[in-house]
């Protein structure tokens, strides 16, 4: 039996945007602070970096925030998005488990990025900006920035991990596609690019060397406005999207997850898709197990501590309380590039530290092994970041088989694989390697932690 498509209608986009916070249980979320006074950033600071729309979402406390029609109206050139069973998956893998995934790969860039590329240049071009900058990993979310600029009339310009800029060519040549500059970070446009290369010139470079030069270069130009592809909460926000279309759509299914799988870099794409579901069950409905699938390259959730770090290497932006394995922490060179951050966003930290989401850490070999049977079995060929919740999907569906129990899987494919073919083809030639962070590696980047007293 072939998979089968759970679809929904233009007018089925939502119409709100949903805010965990809301209903998370305990005190608040912790503030992000001002490095240099250690107190909380107050909204005059936060709008040196963002519109007041964003401020709101970002500090707000409602649980829905309405989305603007002109962004509905964008969204609609892909979404609502589709929700497949993967019923020749199940069959390969000989499993009892009902197995779901959202599809974010039929976006324009091809992956879930969109979902707050959008709304973000939308304010950011109501506020009178006339350009965007911001730093990509793998260059999903350099490509949503650069599309979303093109939409409203925007320049984008977006500083690229290196080591991705060389693995993902054409992802700079999408960007380039749109109308956007694309530089490989560290470069020497920037006092913290020219610093990291002096030190090390064969730097393969870090989401959070590249965040710093994005932060640098919008600190010098006032016509720019500054983006986020991940981690802050009105990004977040933006992103559960997904995971409301999806409720709906297992509702076609006359199903409900027992299990929710996301894969978890700066945590937009697992909070995009789970939240929603977490939502519901923190007001009383259907208790579900959410599992966060990270990188061994990048073990954030499962080797980090909670704590106030920047999230940016060179120490330009403010304090946020999360889980980071230390912003001088640079990954081994993993092909997951939009996995790759050292700090995790606040409110997944949070969930996370209130027994709401599991985190699991996994080997780049494994979750290529998954994306490969993924593939073969679904035709769908899964981004290297999004093959982290293939992978964990897949381990969940063989435990099922093995305790002989049907159990509902709902994993979010967060993007195609399109232009991550060099992945694919240094696995199938034995070229990979599970590229776990060492303990001597991790210890180093904790030492850049700032000791900071609890808010």
């Known amino acids: 039996m072939p998979r089968t498509k759970f679809s929904l209608a233009e007018a089925d986009i939502p119409t709100h945007w949903y805010n965990i916070a809301a209903d998370l249980p305990g005190p608040p979320l912790a503030p992000a602070l001002n490095a240099d006074t250690g107190k909380p950033l107050t909204r005059d600071e936060m709008a040196h970096t963002m519109p007041e729309p964003l401020i709101e979402q970002e500090t707000g406390t409602d649980r829905t925030y309405e989305i603007p029609e002109q962004v509905r109206e964008l969204y609609a050139l892909w979404r609502p998005s589709p929700l497949f069973r993967a019923r020749r998956l199940e069959r390969a893998l000989d499993t009892p488990a009902r197995i779901y995934y959202k599809y974010e790969g039929v976006a324009p860039t091809g992956s879930h990025k969109p979902n707050t590329g959008i ?30 600029a093109s939409f409203f009339g925007m320049t984008a310009k977006i500083y690229m991990v290196k080591v991705s800029y060389r693995q993902k060519p054409y992802r700079r040549s999408l960007m380039e596609t749109y109308g956007a500059v694309c530089v490989p970070s560290p470069s020497p446009e920037t006092a913290v690019g020219r610093a990291v290369l002096a030190d090390d010139p064969d730097s393969p470079g870090s989401l959070g060397i590249a965040t710093s030069e994005a932060l640098e270069a919008f600190a010098r130009d006032p016509s720019l406005g500054y ?21 709906r759509q297992l509702e076609l299914a006359d199903d409900y997850p027992d299990i929710v799988v996301g894969c978890a870099g700066g ?47 060179g120490r330009l932006g403010p304090l946020f309380r999360m889980h980071s394995l230390g912003h001088a922490f640079v990954p081994p060179a993993v092909h997951a590039g939009g996995l790759r951050a050292h700090g995790m966003a606040p409110l997944v930290s949070r969930a996370v530290e209130d027994g709401l989401i599991e985190p699991v850490a996994v080997g780049q070999v494994r979750c290529l092994e998954a994306g490969v049977t993924f593939a073969r079995a679904e035709g769908v060929l899964p981004a290297p970041e999004s093959t982290h919740a293939v992978r964990v999907a897949i381990d969940e569906a063989m435990r099922c088989r093995e305790e002989g129990v049907s159990r509902a899987i709902v994993f979010g494919l967060s993007g195609h694989g399109h232009f991550d073919l060099a992945a694919y083809d240094s696995y199938f030639a034995g070229e990979l390697n599970e590229a776990e962070a060492d303990d001597e590696t991790l210890e180093r980047a904790a030492a850049s932690i700032p000791q900071v007293a609890a808010v």
């Open 119 to 148: 709304p973000q240049a939308y304010y950011n071009k109501l506020a009178g900006k006339t350009g965007l900058v911001t730093e990509t990993g793998a260059g999903q979310w350099g490509s949503a920035t650069a599309l979303s």
């Open 227 to 247: 983006v986020l592809g991940s981690g802050a909460n009105h990004v977040l926000l933006h992103q559960t999207v997904i995971g409301q279309e999806a409720v």
């Open 267 to 313: 945590g937009s794409n697992l909070a995009g898709l789970a939240f929603p579901f977490m939502g519901a069950m923190l007001r009383g409905g259907t208790p579900v197990r959410v599992i966060a699938a990270e990188p061994a390259a990048c073990p954030t959730l499962t080797k980090g501590s909670v704590v106030y770090d920047y999230a940016d290497t």
